[in-house]
């Protein structure tokens, strides 16, 4: 276990002494400032803190990554692509309509460095530094087995009192134009979604799309981002809110309920905190702002031997899709990223479709490309 302090960072906010750490989502509901992390698969660690104030960033430069070549992959491209294609079978049968289907990459960090080698904080600055991203965070609770990065482009649940706020991301590209029918169409699924997951705890009538389909840009691609809205019911709580919202739509697919029982049958691998919710909560002034756990490094200290570094990347699956398109998107969404991390230029890799500098869990290079 790494011996550095527990700390969180959103932006220029910097949150330390550590008071409180619960499983409870209704504390978020009480007072204080609190950092929240909730893996894709339910597990929640809220971590209230004493000091919060505007602080320097940390030096990049204690960040030792990993080797650009030691990345692998749970799913190898063969089994990737023929994940895609049990997906639009159960398409066909109307099992369902949309399924992120996603793996997860690792790399190992070296053994026997001194643990600021190994802090993700450092991460962090350097992730902020490469792929500056509108919801980028860092979560330090290493007695509770949390060190995350994220520099995620992807709204999850932004409160303001009663009015909550989500932005759902669905199409990627290179460019605008390189957005296809299918992109636009699985937004539109997936914000349908959304606005049925909060209007099960706002109130009738306030949910509404102000945007629809905006074309949003981010270091190395471009994504089609919706905004949906509305006040939630006097009733309802933060364990409320989560209970309908969560896992995010963006990253399981519709109908949910459908999408998660594929995704559960067709991944090799728990996603952990990559595609659940990463960010903070003011419970004094009733605000706060989660992002989608996309664009997500976290370090795993529960392998024997050295730590491990794990990154995420998926696809969203539709009748439309075509199996190497989907595996070419995962790898386009991770591409800057693993470079970022592992302490290479990004954009040589980006440029001409180089390598992401990982092999796949059957020894295949990966090729150039990287979200959700």
């Known amino acids: 276990m790494s011996d550095l302090a527990p700390m969180a960072r959103f932006g220029r906010r910097v949150a330390s002494d550590l008071r409180d750490v619960t499983t409870d989502l209704g504390a978020l509901d009480s007072a204080g400032f609190w950092a929240v992390a909730v893996d894709f698969e339910g597990r929640t660690v809220c971590a209230r803190f004493g000091d919060v104030r505007d602080g320097p960033a940390p030096d990049p430069g204690g960040w030792r990554g990993p080797a ?3 990345w692998t992959s749970s799913m190898d491209r063969d ?24 793996r997860v990459l690792t790399a ?26 509108p919801y980028a965070g860092t979560v330090r609770l290493p007695a509770h087995g949390v060190e995350i990065a ?3 482009p992807e709204l999850f649940l932004r409160r303001t009192g009663a009015g909550v706020e989500s932005g759902p991301i669905k199409g990627t590209a290179r460019t605008a134009a390189g957005f296809l029918p299918k992109d636009r169409a699985e937004n539109v699924m997936i914000v349908d979604l959304v606005r049925n997951d909060l209007g099960r ?73 990559y595609c659940g919710a990463v960010g903070w909560v003011d419970a004094d002034r009733k605000t706060a702002e989660l992002a989608v756990g996309i664009r997500t490094f976290w370090i795993d200290r529960t392998v024997p031997g050295a730590p491990v570094l794990r990154f995420g990347t998926g696809a969203g699956i539709t009748w439309g899709s075509d199996p190497a398109g989907e595996w070419a998107e995962t790898e386009l969404k991770a591409a800057r990223l693993l470079a970022v991390a592992s302490g290479e230029p990004p954009g040589d890799r980006e440029a001409g479709g180089a390598g992401t500098g990982g092999r796949t869990a059957a020894g295949h290079r990966t090729m150039g490309r990287m979200q959700s």
């Open 108 to 133: 190992p960090l070296g053994a026997g460095r001194a643990p600021h080698a190994h802090d993700i904080d450092a991460l962090g600055a350097v992730l902020a530094r490469g792929n500056p991203a």
């Open 150 to 152: 994220t520099a995620s």
């Open 79 to 102: 089994t990737y692509q023929a994940g895609v294609r049990a997906i639009r079978d159960r398409i066909a049968t109307g099992e369902v309509y949309q399924v992120n289907l996603c």
């Open 201 to 273: 705890v706002c109130a009738t009538g306030t949910v509404t799309v102000p945007a629809l389909c905006a074309v949003e840009p981010h270091p190395g691609l471009v994504h089609l981002v919706s905004t949906v809205r509305g006040e939630l019911r006097p009733d309802a709580g933060w364990p409320e809110l989560f209970a309908a919202a969560f896992p995010p739509g963006s990253v399981t697919g519709a109908p949910k309920s459908s999408a998660l029982r594929a995704i559960a049958e067709l991944e090799t691998a728990p996603r952990g905190p």
């Open 68 to 70: 650009a070549e030691s």
